[in-house]
Nanobody, 118 residues
Framework: VQLQASGGGLVQAGGSLRLSCAALGRTFSIRTMGWFRQAPGKEREFVGHIQWSDGSTHYADSVKGRFTISRDNAKNTMTLQMDGLKSEDTAVYYC????????????WGQGTQVTVSS
């Protein structure tokens, strides 16, 4: 399976952006899909994830209430809706997945840049 992320861009503080991540290939093996981000000079951090089977989600405290993750099983796509963006949300965003039978994120998409101007 491969992941293809899209939807980044430049937005003003308080605005919204939507990122998408399409899973291509052996999508029946997806257990969890997640979003991570890495700001300049910082380590990659967890943003949130969604369980492929039941759609349950979990978010980092820093984005809780502002970001929403959803999935479309038919299209094998995960979406990150980002509202109320802040300058500290500026980062390269990555999608990743955990395959069934494993516990680690071992398939990663290419990053997409999100820049929030204050």
């Amino acid at each position: 399976v491969q992941l293809q992320a899209s939807g980044g861009g430049l937005v003003q503080a308080g605005g919204s952006l939507r990122l998408s991540c399409a899973a291509l290939g052996r999508t029946f093996s997806i257990r969890t899909m997640g979003w991570f981000r890495q700001a300049p000079g910082k380590e990659r951090e967890f943003v949130g994830h969604i369980q492929w089977s039941d759609g349950s989600t979990h978010y980092a405290d820093s984005v809780k209430g502002r970001f929403t993750i959803s999935r479309d099983n038919a299209k094998n796509t995960m979406t990150l809706q980002m509202d109320g963006l802040k300058s500290e949300d500026t980062a390269v965003y990555y999608c990743a997945l955990v395959r069934v039978g494993t516990t680690l994120y071992d398939v990663w998409g290419q990053g997409t840049q999100v820049t929030v101007s204050s």
